[in-house]
């Protein structure tokens, strides 16, 4: 089974976990200053946090993001991203909302990713990742607590689910509240790389404790993670070019 997501020259899913470092902005301009600092780290991918966009509804603005944020990115694959204040993000949308939002974004045909939330209802991110693909969009189904590390069948039970809605790629990231519950997040990474995942798998733990997550996917089993060029988006993200080098020491022998 072909366990890879190709999106533009960029395959997931095989060799060293790819670097996403997520862009934030709240105009235009300060996005483009942000993915142009991004650009400099080589990243494998950039991330849009659209969550922090003043204008994202506006249907002119937000085309003329995208093919500004194009321009800098080159060949680079863009994952669009509304992060819903549940989800630890910044935009406070309704079920409904966040359909809207989501799909506009899905039409304008101009990310080569979407994420989706899936805490919205099985309805609305099957809808969402059935629309992702009638446009050749490739999904990351997503899940975020914020407060705790869930047990690893669940986690499991998670990530399959997100499988079952035809998501390409399923990501969960969970806070551990103790050192333990970062084994718990890699043992169940460890077995949907084993035994469950028809896909590419994403998973990080968040916060201090949690960095080991995000270093060691290669040998675990997530297969891109989020490193920074000057803001987080979320807790323990380290720097994009640190990133890379312990990625590489780690798969030197
Ligand atoms: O879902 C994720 C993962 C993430 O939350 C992290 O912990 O690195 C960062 C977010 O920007 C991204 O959308």
Known sequence: MDKTVQVRDLVIGEGRPKICIPVMGSTTETLKEAAGHA???????????????????????????????REIL????????????????????????????????????????????????DDIAFMLISLAHEFGIKTIASSHDFSQTPKKEQIIMTLCKMQELEADIPKMAVMPQRERDVLVLLDATLSMKELHAQTPVITMAMGRNGVVSRLSGEVFGSAVTFGTAGAQSAPGQIDAEELRKIL???AVV
């Open 74 to 121: 080159g060949e680079v694959p863009l994952l669009f991203t509304i992060r819903t204040r549940r989800e630890g993000g910044e935009a406070d949308l309704s079920a409904d909302q966040y359909l809207k939002v989501v799909s506009d974004a899905i039409r304008d045909e101009k990310a080569d990713l979407v994420d989706v939330e899936i805490s919205h209802g």
């Open 39 to 69: 650009m400099k780290k080589h990243p494998d991918l950039i991330e849009w946090r659209a969550d922090y966009f003043a204008d994202i509804e506006n249907e002119e603005v937000r085309r003329q993001a995208f093919d500004e944020l």
């Open 248 to 250: 590489e020491l780690l």
